[in-house]
C-alpha cells in the first residue's frame, strides 16, 4: 500500500483547523501533520542499518531506504518514545530531512480544530516530542513534532556512520 | 505581655490507604470521580496520564506510592489541585482512595526529620496530618 501526495500541502493548517494524520504506535494513537508526510508505504525495501558504536539516542535508526535516489535513514518510533512493545508494519517518509519513522499503522486523516499546549506539569522529553495535545471524540492524541524525530546534528552522524559502512564494501566491489 | 494569635486555615484532608494528608483548601478547586485516565508515551515521574475535566487537559499524578509505598489501595476519587507554575495555573488531578474531607485548622510547623513536601502539620483529634506541598512533591524534594 503507498499513499502519496504529489504537492506540499502548506496550507493545511487554518484557522479552520489542521489537517493531521493519526498513526498508531504501542497501542498508543499519535497525530502527525499532513504536510508533514510525504509518503506512506509497507515496510519493503528497508535495508538494516548496523552502524556499530553511535550515541546510545540513536539506536533507535534500524534501517535506512533507498528512495528517488535518496537515502532516508528510518527511525523506530516505539524507541524514540520509549515504548516497550510495537508491532511495525508500515513507513511515514517524512517530508522534511532524510528521515522516514517506522510505526504500527496508519489510521486515518482526520481535521482536527484546536491543539491544546502539553500542561506544564510535564517536564521530560516529552516537551520535544510533542506539539501538544488534542482531543478526538474524546480520546486525548499527542500531536508529534516531526522534526525531533531525527535532527540535523543527528543526521550528520549517521551520514558518516553510513560512510564508514558502506566504505569497505566499495572496497570489495571494486577489488 | 506578648499576644499569641492563631491562624486557623481551611485545609482538604485525603485519604491514602490508612494515611491522611492534607492540601491547603485555596489550592484544590475539584473533587471528582474519575473518568478513565488517558495515557502517553512521556518522561515525566509520577504522571500516569491525564483526563479531560471542563474541557481541559488536566494531567493525572499519582503520588500515593511515594507517600505511602507501593500496596496503596485502589484510587478511587481525584483531587484538582491548582498551583501557579511559571506564571500559569496548573491543574493537576491527584488520584485518591477515599472521601475527603474539609477541616479548619492551626497550621503547625514542620519538626523533626520530614521529606520537604511537608509544609506543616496539622493536629487533630486522633492524628498529626502532614501539610503537603504539591510543588515540591513534584520535583522529588526529599529533606535528608
Known sequence: ?175 | MTEIITVRQTFVLFPLGKKRFAFSAEHVSEFARPDEPQTFPHTTPLLTGVVVRRNQIVPVADVAPLLVGSDAPVRKFYLVVNRKLNGKVSRTAIPVTGECELTEAEQLPVTGKLPAYVSGLLSLKNEIVEVLDIEKLMSGEVRA
Open chain 1, 1 to 175: 500500500m503507498r499513499i502519496s501526495q504529489a504537492q506540499p500541502r502548506s496550507k493545511a493548517a487554518t484557522r479552520a483547523g489542521e489537517t493531521v494524520i493519526l498513526f498508531s504506535v504501542g497501542g498508543v494513537t499519535f497525530a502527525i501533520a499532513a504536510n508533514a508526510v510525504d509518503e506512506i508505504r509497507e515496510l519493503t525495501g528497508l535495508l538494516e542499518f548496523r552502524p556499530g558504536k553511535l550515541h546510545h539516542r540513536l539506536e533507535k535508526v534500524k534501517a535506512t531506504l533507498e528512495r528517488h535516489g535518496r537515502r532516508y535513514f528510518a527511525v523506530d518510533a516505539a524507541m524514540h518514545f520509549r515504548m516497550p512493545h510495537a508491532q511495525p508494519a508500515r513507513l511515514m517518509v517524512l517530508r522534511q530531512g532524510r528521515v522516514a519513522v517506522i510505526v504500527d499503522g496508519i489510521d486515518r486523516m482526520q481535521e482536527i480544530h484546536s491543539i491544546h499546549a502539553l500542561p506544564e506539569r510535564f517536564v521530560g522529553e516529552e516537551r520535544n516530542w510533542y506539539r501538544g495535545l488534542t482531543v478526538i471524540k474524546g480520546k486525548v492524541v499527542p500531536v508529534v513534532h516531526p522534526e525531533t524525530f531525527l535532527n540535523k546534528a543527528e543526521t550528520t552522524l549517521l551520514n558518516a556512520a553510513l560512510r564508514d559502512v558502506e566504505a569497505p564494501r566499495r572496497m570489495a566491489v571494486t577489488a
